[in-house]
């Protein structure tokens, strides 16, 4: 199948094939290859009838694929993953003088990680453009598996078809409001980062991140360790909201320490070490596994600590 696929079908063609199957429209698929519907339809219907089958179920809509038309695109994501790959290693010989690179990212990472790699990663590599996609945790998971991105700058994920390399490293800690009677009790004073007992904010309210986010979980099994289940205010979607929040005096949160350095407002915000819990999160560079890197991917891997 694959050989007779290959033969039939050129790369153009495979992510024609491919774009029908995502967007599951003739006419959404047009629009995102910049063709008309017309020249989309006439390209299927040459291709299936070289192929002699139909690829896609015409009889309802959405489309779907039939099993050859899945079979196509299975076929057809891998033979795009080696082409890029051969492209890549072409590159690399070429001493990366141009190319493409596109990069998963959280919005954190994306925030307060990429600023700090790409000036020189461009003054290295001036002809590699850069491409980003900013994304949940679980939608960059499926990104890296559907190898729609080179790869991710994430946090781990318990997936066997992913490798993980460690870029750095941020410590979790508990934010405050500035004049919380809390830290007028342990004498806080600006710029300093005395411990706390995390058992002393039991009865406080806090500001947690929505479900599914790593932080969060992190704190829960931080509350659950201490003998408490935090009252959880408010949501959010986000840390920067999270410490805006806390500024205005509205609860407490679990804060990453990359926050106290580029955060509006950290004069109205008191930060804490969690006292005997050493928290924090590892941020890596993720990928699929023995999927082809170019070499200066490792410009990525050159941040040990973002602050």
């Known amino acids: 199948m694959d050989n007779e696929v290959s033969k039939a079908v050129n790369v153009k063609e495979i992510q024609y094939i491919i774009a029908i199957s995502e967007e599951q429209s003739l006419t959404q698929a047009a629009k995102k290859l910049f063709l008309s519907q017309s020249t989309l339809s006439h390209s299927l219907n040459r291709i299936e009838e070289e192929l002699g089958t139909l690829l896609f179920d015409r009889s309802t809509l ?11 695109v299975e076929t057809g994501r891998r033979m795009l993953a080696l082409n890029k790959e051969l492209y890549q290693q072409i590159q690399d010989i070429a001493e990366c003088r141009r190319g493409s690179l596109t990069v998963g990212m959280t919005h954190l990472a994306e ?11 461009r003054r290295q590599y001036p002809g590699i453009q850069i491409n980003t996609a900013v994304a949940s945790l679980a939608e960059l998971e499926q990104l890296l598996l559907k190898n729609k991105v080179d790869f991710a700058v994430i946090l781990p994920l318990d997936n066997p078809l992913l490798e993980f390399k460690p870029i750095f490293t941020m410590d979790i800690w508990l934010a405050l409001p500035i004049d919380h009677p809390l830290c007028q009790q342990h004498g806080y004073q600006s710029g300093t980062l005395p411990e706390i007992d995390l058992q002393e904010l039991a009865a406080e309210e806090f500001i947690m991140l929505q479900p599914g986010r790593k932080l969060r979980e992190t704190a829960f099994s931080a509350c659950r360790q201490a003998g408490f289940s935090p009252k959880v205010v408010l949501e959010v979607s986000n840390l920067d909201t999270a410490h805006a929040l806390v500024a205005e005096g509205y609860g407490v949160t679990f804060m990453l320490d990359v926050i ?3 955060a509006p407002k950290t004069h109205r915000v008191a930060y804490f070490r969690i006292k005997s819990m050493n928290l924090y999160q590892t941020f890596c560079l993720g990928f699929l596994k023995n999927k082809y890197l170019p ?13």
């Open 62 to 72: 959405p489309l779907k694929l039939t099993a050859a038309g899945e079979a196509v």
């Open 111 to 121: 925030r307060y990680y990429l600023p700090l790699v790409l000036p020189s990663f």
């Open 260 to 262: 106290r350095s580029y």
């Open 295 to 307: 070499k200066f991917v490792d410009s990525f891997l050159h941040v040990q600590k973002v602050l």
